[in-house]
T-cell receptor, first 117, second 114 residues
Framework: GAVVSQHPSWVICKSGTSVKIECRSLDFQATTMFWYRQFPKQSLMLMATSNEGSKATYEQGVEKDKFLINHASLTLSTLTVTSAHPEDSSFYIC?????????????FGPGTRLTVL | SQKIEQNSEALNIQEGKTATLTCNYTNYSPAYLQWYRQDPGRGPVFLLLIRENEKEKRKERLKVTFDTTLKQSLFHITASQPADSATYLCALDMFSGGYNKLIFGAGTRLAVHP
């Protein structure tokens, strides 16, 4: 149980285009979803926290107009990287916490590798 | 702000030995501390959670200790196997803005050699 999927697993896009990444909880309802980015050999950096039906809370230094987060249902959150540039190339990972069990355990998706040319 | 330090250098050990990884943090102690495993190109996988009032936690071949005085957690893998080779992440569980959120260390890469 507690499986989180991400789509796509990798994406290559041209500079200036927008890319949408989906995060789904497959077998549980996710009250809270988190979006992280990770550069090679570095730690996961939390970008934003979102609850279903409400606006995301962004971490300091993360541009909310550039990284649009929509948490439309208890099983789906999307991250849209708008007007992507090469410096946005990174590994994006989502996680989710459920409505039961340990609220402190986050279940992570497999990640999405974004490359902006 | 909270800072987390994990050995940046890879840990190389022989199969069957015990691997010990260190996680040190500054400032205040979190209510919970978690350890995750991450394989290359994959998301982290939860291993163990330890609370601030717990000194030690075990799960099969894994053992975690939490010393709030030293501001340190140790992660042990006994009878290590090549399949244990991965990067291990320490994460501090913080409650902020109405949510629990995790602050991750950069991880320590473990290589277990046959």
């Amino acid at each position: 149980g507690a499986v989180v999927s991400q789509h796509p697993s990798w994406v290559i896009c041209k500079s200036g285009t927008s890319v949408k990444i989906e995060c789904r909880s497959l077998d549980f309802q996710a009250t809270t979803m988190f979006w992280y980015r990770q550069f090679p050999k570095q730690s996961l950096m939390l970008m934003a926290t979102s609850n279903e039906g409400s606006k995301a809370t962004y971490e300091q230094g993360v541009e909310k107009d550039k990284f649009l987060i929509n948490h439309a249902s208890l099983t789906l959150s999307t991250l849209t990287v708008t007007s992507a540039h090469p410096e946005d190339s990174s590994f994006y990972i989502c996680s989710a916490t459920g409505t039961s069990g340990s609220l402190n355990e986050q279940f992570f998706g497999p990640g999405t590798r974004l490359t902006v040319l | 702000s909270q800072k987390i330090e994990q050995n940046s250098e890879a840990l190389n050990i022989q199969e069957g030995k015990t691997a010990t990884l260190t996680c040190n943090y500054t400032n205040y102690s979190p209510a919970y501390l978690q350890w995750y495993r991450q394989d290359p190109g994959r998301g982290p996988v939860f291993l163990l959670l330890i609370r601030e009032n717990e000194k030690e936690k075990r799960k099969e071949r894994l053992k975690v200790t939490f010393d709030t005085t030293l501001k340190q957690s140790l992660f042990h893998i006994t009878a290590s196997q090549p399949a244990d080779s991965a990067t291990y992440l320490c994460a501090l569980d913080m409650f902020s803005g109405g949510y629990n959120k995790l602050i991750f260390g950069a991880g320590t890469r473990l290589a277990v050699h046959p």
